[in-house]
Structures are given as structure tokens and as C-alpha cells.
């Protein structure tokens, strides 16, 4: 039987429910490295568009701290930027470094690697989310909560969904409402919107009526709800669409990037993955791809 790691992972549960752009594993990345697929097997370019490693791997994700999870075959390990297997293939799932530990799975259960691939927090949890500002969340019994770096839980699990803490809040739901928790596990901004994304320079991502808009961190609204579908702010833009085109806005609603991908993912050091049918490329903020796109 596959693992099926959406089924379980916070980061896909939540996608669902705040119809942001469900992309695979090529999202960009900090370090300045990023994915690419060519002929069905996937290696690396840099911001330029220069490929820094061959494509080899069955699937990729993005370079953190140094290292990015690789699949060969059915099991993911790391690679460092020379290309080099630091972390051997032999979890189900792996994700990208973040807050010094990973996110992976063993025997359907997640838990947490360090920068040396050694276990940090055995695998126990039937969901989990990846570290930050020092917490994660997990699921347990049935709720989800939040642990420390030790794997001891600092907020109770009392949440139906929870995410990643970022610029010092973290979405929650309750019932069928998203809010805010802030970092000690209080309700910061009330559960009411239909959905919701993390607070990325003061601004988080919310569904209300159907559409997508941005409030504050007093949950008033910054960007009025007008998008079918949005995502996170990102190295100073958002994702969005309108009438199945996606493109790009700043801080102020505006446009930046005209709506004419068929999807499109953050950007990450100063560009973004872009997808015309089943062909990915990258751009940069001006709209011009460095890497045209392929298969």
C-alpha cells in the first residue's frame, strides 16, 4: 500500500480547506537552489536558471539549511548542494529543514530528524507540521496541539487543525471556523473565517464568502476578499487567481504579475514556480522566466 502523505500531513489537510495552490514538492527555496523536472526526473538550477545538479532524482524538494529531501524509488533521503546523499533514502516521506529539524515518516507515523539525520523525535505522531519558533504541530488523539524540539507538548492538543507558528501566531480551527493562536496557545484573533493562511510581514491570507482577501495582525482586513483562490505572502508578494489564472500581487492588492498561469507557488529568493498545463518553469519579479517551462 502507498503511503499516502496528504492524507496525513498538516500541510495538505490545510491546503485543502484554504484552496491554496496544492503544489507538489517544487516549491522554491531560501538557499537559492530550486527544483526542476525535465523528462520525468528532477535536479536543480540556481536563480539564474543554471542547473546546478542533473536530474536523477524521482522527486525533490527545496534546499534548507543546506540540504533538500530527494525520492529514489519509494523513499525520500537528503542531499547536500554538491549532490551528495548526506541522509540516506529510507523514509516514507521527508520534508525540508525548518527551525534545525525535518519532518518525516516511518511505518505511517511522523517525526523529526536533526541536521546529522538522526532521529530528534521518534516517529508517533498519526499527523504532524514542521518546527517553528521553536514548536510544531501534531496530532493526538483525534486534536492537534503543539510540542517542543524535545517532543514534549507545550500547548494541549484542542484544536481541530493547526498550523506552523509564524511572525508569532499560528492558524487553528474550531468547529468549522479558522483564527489565531499566539505563541503561548491563547486566541489571538477569533476563529469566523472559512479559511485562513499564516501571517507572512503582518499580513495572513483569509476566505470569507468564497473569496480570498489578507487581514492584519488585529484580524481587520488589510486586502479585501476578491481572489478564487490565494496564497501566502512570500519574499513580498502573493499568489492569486482570478478566472483560473493565477499571478501576483503585492502588499497592497495590487498587481504585479498579470493572471495567465495555469498555477503558480511562491516566490523564494526572488523567484516563483510557474506551471503552463504540466510544464514548470520559473520567474523572476518581473514576470520573465529564467526557466522555460518543462516536463
Wanted: charged share 20%.
Amino acid at each position: 500500500m502507498n503511503f499516502d502523505r496528504n492524507r496525513l500531513t498538516i500541510g495538505a489537510s490545510l491546503a485543502l480547506l484554504l484552496a491554496v495552490i496544492a503544489i507538489a514538492a517544487t516549491m522554491g527555496t531560501s538557499a537559492g537552489i530550486f527544483p526542476v523536472k525535465m523528462n520525468g526526473k528532477y535536479g536543480f538550477i540556481d536563480h539564474k536558471g543554471k542547473l546546478k545538479l542533473q536530474p536523477q532524482f524521482d522527486n525533490a524538494g527545496e534546499f534548507k539549511d543546506g540540504r533538500a529531501p530527494v525520492q529514489m524509488g519509494t523513499v525520500w533521503g537528503y542531499v547536500d548542494k554538491s549532490g551528495k546523499m548526506i541522509v540516506n533514502p529510507q523514509f516514507e516521506m521527508a520534508d525540508p529543514y525548518s527551525d534545525g529539524l525535518a519532518l518525516v515518516a516511518m511505518n505511517h507515523k511522523f517525526g523529526y530528524i536533526n541536521s546529522a539525520g538522526k532521529i530528534a523525535v521518534n516517529p508517533q505522531f498519526d499527523g504532524a507540521g514542521s518546527f517553528a519558533d521553536g514548536k510544531a504541530p501534531v496530532l493526538v488523539d483525534g486534536r492537534w496541539g503543539y510540542i517542543d524540539k524535545s517532543g514534549k507538548v507545550s500547548i494541549n492538543p484542542q484544536f481541530e487543525e493547526a498550523g506552523m507558528f509564524s511572525d508569532g501566531m499560528a492558524l487553528i480551527r474550531m468547529g468549522d471556523r479558522f483564527g489565531f493562536i499566539d505563541s503561548s496557545g491563547k486566541i489571538a484573533i477569533n476563529p469566523q473565517f472559512e479559511g485562513a493562511g499564516n501571517f507572512n510581514s503582518g499580513l495572513a491570507l483569509v476566505r470569507m464568502n468564497g473569496k480570498f482577501g489578507y487581514i492584519d495582525k488585529t484580524g481587520k482586513i488589510a486586502i479585501q476578499p476578491q481572489f478564487d483562490e490565494a496564497g501566502d505572502f512570500s519574499d513580498g508578494l502573493a499568489v492569486v487567481s482570478m478566472q483560473k489564472r493565477f499571478g501576483y500581487i503585492d502588499r497592497k492588492g495590487k498587481f504585479v504579475i498579470n493572471p495567465q498561469f495555469d498555477q503558480a507557488g511562491d516566490f523564494e529568493s526572488g523567484l516563483a514556480p510557474v506551471w503552463l498545463g504540466a510544464r514548470q518553469g520559473y520567474i523572476n519579479k518581473d514576470g520573465r522566466y529564467v526557466w522555460n517551462p518543462t516536463a
